[in-house]
């Protein structure tokens, strides 16, 4: 039984959502007030009425989000959902600094691509400062800097019966909706309960010029709270969408057969798969 705290942004919690008044927006650090963030009062009101087609025609493709400066990063980004994956090959990759780690791209590809963080980081390269918006009602801002994940879709080659892009995680939840962290001093469970984190995408964000996939964060490697050694970042969508941990990339015609058929972890627990800002 998942508890009903993790159900979905029920109806519940969009009245209270609703029923807080929009106040002043903080836009150094993170921002923990709930009800202080005018884009995430925005997203619910229009999560509750329009569709994802309805979003799609109203927000223009290349809509940049609002990009900040080096003053306004957060002195301690903050870390959410799972923080340390429990799962042993992920636990090995991460000992030996993921040298070993390959990000797998295949499903609708041309070319199966098998690339190391040396391939990835041989790419061409871009960096951001951006505002992740959390669900749950706190911001943080925060340096990215990885390849654009254009990059290597077009090195795999997109066939054209591909619709979404989905992001396979290395972490998994148990069955209660809590994050299967590894515990120092734990024994190995194996990993076999719970279910994994995925997300996806479409191709209007995929080809996004915001749509990264990270490798650093504030001129740091990524650290494993954050999502090491990759994580999608995206512009326009909210925090859940944005898979940490990617191990594997799959070009897909429909994701009605993967996982609970919503295409996410959260969306099979009811959340937008549109999570549109
Ligand atoms: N694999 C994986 N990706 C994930 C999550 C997770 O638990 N597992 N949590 C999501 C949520 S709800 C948020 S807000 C962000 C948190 O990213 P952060 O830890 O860098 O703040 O990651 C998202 N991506
Ligand atoms: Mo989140």
Same mark, same amino acid.
């Given at each position: #039984?998942?508890?009903?705290?993790?159900?979905?942004?029920?109806?519940?919690?969009?009245? %209270?959502?609703?029923?807080?008044?929009?106040?002043?927006?903080?836009?150094?650090?993170?921002?923990?007030?709930?009800?202080?963030?005018?884009?995430?009062? @925005?997203?619910?009101?229009?999560?509750?009425?329009?569709?994802?087609?309805?979003?799609?025609?109203?927000?223009?493709?290349?809509?940049?989000?609002?990009?900040?400066?080096?003053?306004?990063?957060?002195?301690?980004?903050?870390?959410?959902?799972?923080?340390?994956?429990?799962?042993?090959?992920?636990?090995?990759?991460?000992?030996?600094?993921?040298?070993?780690?390959?990000?797998?791209?295949?499903?609708?590809?041309?070319?199966?691509?098998?690339?190391?963080?040396?391939?990835?980081?041989?790419?061409?390269?871009?960096?951001?400062?951006? %505002?992740?918006?959390?669900?749950?009602?706190?911001?943080?801002?925060?340096?990215?800097?990885?390849?654009?994940?254009?990059?290597?879709?077009?090195?795999?080659?997109?066939?054209?019966?591909?619709?979404?892009?989905?992001?396979?995680?290395?972490?998994?939840?148990?069955?209660?909706?809590?994050?299967?962290?590894?515990?120092?001093?734990?024994?190995?469970?194996?990993? @076999?309960?719970?279910?994994?984190?995925?997300?996806?995408?479409?191709?209007?964000?995929?080809?996004?010029?915001?749509?990264?996939?990270?490798?650093?964060?504030?001129?740091?490697?990524?650290?494993?709270?954050?999502?090491?050694?990759?994580?999608?970042?995206?512009?326009?969508?909210?925090?859940?969408?944005?898979?940490?941990?990617?191990?594997?990339?799959?070009?897909?015609?429909?994701?009605?057969? #993967?996982?609970?058929?919503?295409?996410?972890?959260?969306?099979?627990?009811?959340?937008?798969?549109?999570?549109?800002?």
């Amino acid at each position: #039984m998942i508890p009903e705290r993790k159900l979905l942004v029920s109806r519940r919690s969009l009245l %209270r959502f609703g029923a807080i008044g929009v106040g002043s927006l903080l836009l150094a650090g993170c921002d923990d007030a709930v009800s202080e963030n005018p884009r995430i009062l @925005s997203f619910i009101d229009k999560a509750s009425v329009l569709t994802y087609r309805a979003q799609r025609l109203i927000l223009p493709r290349d809509k940049l989000a609002p990009e900040f400066s080096e003053s306004d990063i957060a002195p301690q980004f903050r870390a959410n959902g799972s923080t340390s994956p429990s799962d042993p090959a992920y636990r090995a990759l991460a000992a030996a600094n993921f040298v070993d780690w390959r990000l797998m791209v295949d499903g609708l590809v041309d070319k199966p691509l098998k690339l190391s963080l040396a391939d990835l980081r041989a790419l061409p390269a871009s960096t951001q400062i951006t %505002r992740h918006d959390c669900v749950e009602g706190w911001s943080c801002i925060g340096k990215w800097t990885g390849t654009p994940l254009s990059e290597v879709l077009n090195r795999a080659g997109v066939k054209p019966q591909a619709r979404f892009v989905v992001f396979h995680c290395a972490d998994r939840f148990q069955d209660d909706g809590v994050p299967d962290d590894f515990e120092p001093g734990e024994s190995d469970s194996g990993n @076999s309960g719970g279910v994994p984190y995925y997300e996806s995408i479409d191709f209007v964000d995929a080809y996004h010029p915001q749509t990264l996939l990270a490798y650093e964060l504030n001129d740091q490697t990524l650290p494993i709270a954050y999502g090491a050694p990759l994580r999608l970042r995206l512009g326009r969508q909210l925090g859940y969408k944005m898979a940490k941990y990617v191990m594997r990339i799959e070009l897909v015609s429909s994701f009605a057969r #993967m996982g609970g058929g919503n295409g996410g972890y959260w969306e099979d627990l009811g959340y937008q798969w549109y999570a549109g800002i």
